[in-house]
């Protein structure tokens, strides 16, 4: 969804109001043609008037602004009453009031901070809407005792207060490998492509649901971690304690609403532990007639005493790639809706004692069965022949020791469908020292020299902005890996190249 909010805070001359009315008006009807479920949201700021003068709640002096767009967000100095004076104003459309709250507190009802709660707390009794500001608060004034764990105390005040308002995934195919957007290295199938540190807010998966409890007594530790070793991107979620042989953990992880048909569906994650932290999935469904049933996908039976607890599938398939283990099954369940995924942690039958549980999560994927065969059949992303790759802006610049740096803009597109974008694209670079392979223009099937991981793009582009080369290196051989929406990837090998000669560059 995509929002606009629209702040102006100065005074406006009372004749140009009008004026800025018809804009608010012809901005949110261009929004809505343009981006259906778009929003235009109006700050409480400037009245009717012209004056910048906050009214903290919704009156005649702000509502006008109101009746153009899709809502308004309310200034954060409001009062005890001022959210149900709010509703009664905003009518059938109360929930179109976002009240703010500032989380540094400044004058915001409860405090904001660790209080943020009490706000909270008044706005849903009153059935109005919050507008949270500044929640960077946690991280920016070094909340203790670290920064995730004070992250996920403060966002489980909103969740006690509110619920689980947004329920996803809510389509196929579903895919999450807890990428936080940031991280230390970067992997692909299990095996590192880069141990060097990155940001990209743009390489964020559907982040888990964890449960924050703050008097810590879970036997496990459940964290969405960016430091141990990733099945791909740059996270996972780590699981740490101990336990007993006749002992198991559940730990939500993802509230779906996913109605399925009788189509089968096929369920996949990956799992790196030892030989007695075993890791499954539990399946959460809601039947027609709103019966839950819940059921345990597992690489090896769990105690039979819980054997009245759920149903059992045990994977179909299972592959070991650089220590890690994909686990796969297909199950038909027509007519119901997958409403919740766990993770149940056990250890093997035969360990009796108490004993240390460690497990990574790499990835979650559920797809329909039936469109999976399909893509198999009719290769799920485009072969290398169908992409064109263009090299633009080559800059070849002296660097140190006889280096050269080549700067260059890559640019592609599949061939057929111009407009097509895939969700993310791997880029790759290779040196050629061979003129041989220049003069013929071909890609070897053995690689010359290591192929180095450049970074992701989730646009057909890539800047290249400082690679170094030797002095003997007579091109560059750059490779676009596609990436799927249901997490797959093309071979490097099928993947779109383009080869750039260094020759009379500068």
């Known amino acids: 969804m995509f929002s606009l909010q629209i702040n102006i805070e100065n005074e406006i001359d009372k004749e140009q109001v009008p004026n800025l009315m018809e804009f608010v008006s012809h901005l949110t009807k261009v929004l809505h043609l343009s981006t259906p479920g778009s929003l235009v949201i109006w700050y409480d700021s400037v009245t009717v008037h012209g004056h910048l003068k906050w009214q903290d709640h919704l009156n005649e002096k702000n509502k006008p602004f109101f009746d153009l767009c899709d809502g308004i967000f309310m200034n954060y100095t409001w009062k005890e009453s001022y959210p149900k004076l709010s509703a009664e104003v905003a009518g059938d459309r109360k929930y179109d009031v976002y009240m703010g709250i500032d989380v540094f507190g400044r004058g915001s009802f409860g405090g904001g901070q660790w209080t943020v709660d009490t706000a909270l ?33 403060w966002w489980s005040l909103v969740e006690k207060s509110w619920g689980v308002v947004q329920t996803y995934p809510q389509v196929l195919p579903f895919y999450s490998e807890f990428n936080q957007g940031f991280g230390y290295h970067v992997s692909l199938e299990g095996r590192q492509l880069s141990d060097a540190p990155w940001y990209n807010i743009s390489c964020q998966s559907l982040q888990p649901l964890l449960e924050f409890k703050e008097d810590n007594t879970d036997i496990i530790q459940v964290t969405v971690d960016a430091g141990e ?29 996913l109605h399925l048909s009788s189509s089968p569906i096929t369920v996949s994650y990956s799992v790196k532990s030892d030989e007695t932290s075993k890791l499954g999935l539990l399946l959460g469904f809601s039947s027609p007639s709103h019966q839950t049933k819940s059921i345990l996908v597992a690489p090896q039976e769990p105690t039979p005493r819980l054997d009245h607890m759920f149903l059992k599938c045990l994977v179909t398939s299972e592959q070991t790639v650089s220590e890690w283990t994909v686990y796969e099954t297909s199950l038909v369940m027509d007519g119901h809706t997958l409403t919740e995924i766990s993770a149940f942690c056990y250890i093997t039958e035969n360990s009796t004692k108490t004993s240390e549980y460690v497990a990574l999560l790499g990835h979650i994927s559920i797809k329909d069965h039936h469109v ?28 140190k020791s006889g280096s050269r740096i080549l700067k260059v803009k890559l640019e592609w597109r599949q061939t057929q469908l111009e407009d097509s974008v895939l969700p993310v694209y791997n880029v790759y670079a290779e040196s050629v020292k061979s003129t041989d392979v220049l003069r013929s223009r071909k890609v070897l099937e053995k690689p010359r020299s290591e192929r180095v991981f450049l970074g992701v793009s989730h646009v057909p582009a890539y800047y290249v902005s400082e690679l170094v080369v030797d002095s003997d290196v007579k091109g560059v051989s750059f490779v676009v890996q596609p990436c799927g929406e249901d997490g797959s990837w093309s071979k490097l090998d099928v993947s779109p190249n383009h080869l750039v000669e260094l020759e009379g560059l500068s």
Do not use: C
């Open 372 to 399: 999976q065969l399909l893509q198999q059949n009719l290769v799920s992303l485009p072969p290398a022949t169908s992409w064109v790759m263009e090299a633009h802006n080559l800059e070849l610049v002296l660097g």
């Open 121 to 153: 707390d008044l706005l849903k009794r009153n059935n109005v809407s919050a507008a949270i500001f500044a929640p960077g608060w946690v991280y920016e004034t070094a909340q203790p005792p670290n920064f995730h764990t004070a992250q996920n105390k």
């Open 229 to 257: 070793a990733s099945y791909n991107g740059g996270g996972n979620i780590v699981f740490n304690g101990r336990l007993d042989g006749d002992v198991n953990f559940t730990a939500r992880l993802f509230k779906p609403l």
